[in-house]
């Protein structure tokens, strides 16, 4: 699309958001790449979550927790670790193992760092091996099933 005088461009994000839980998880020595609307953060070939802060749907901005395959996102536990935990509106609820710390909470920073300390203790709750980084094999047995 060419560029026309006056045309708003959309901002384009260069660093993520949240610094502070970058930092929190530097121990992880974490990855930390764009992703669609916000910044994905790996470690150990697993996505753990991803930061959201973006005008476009402002209520799904905060912290994306990526829940394990035996993970349990409704789990009382998890409602007590995280109250304001809910669904990502952007998903529509065809993504259920994804849920959101809205940054928008009063808690937004307590519970994002109780994540973070969750994270740094390798909780068997959070994190997945994303399909795009199996081995070949893995995602044909997988697909197969």
Known sequence: MPNRPGAKRPIKRKSPPYPFLIEALAPLDPEVRPMFSGFAIYADDKILAMLRDSPKHPEDNGVWLVFSETAD???PKTSRDFPSLRNINLLGGKITHWRLIPADSPAFESE???????LLRRDARFGRIPKSRKPRSARRRSTRS
């Open 73 to 75: 996102p409704a789990d």
């Open 112 to 118: 994002a760092l109780h994540a973070c300390d969750l």
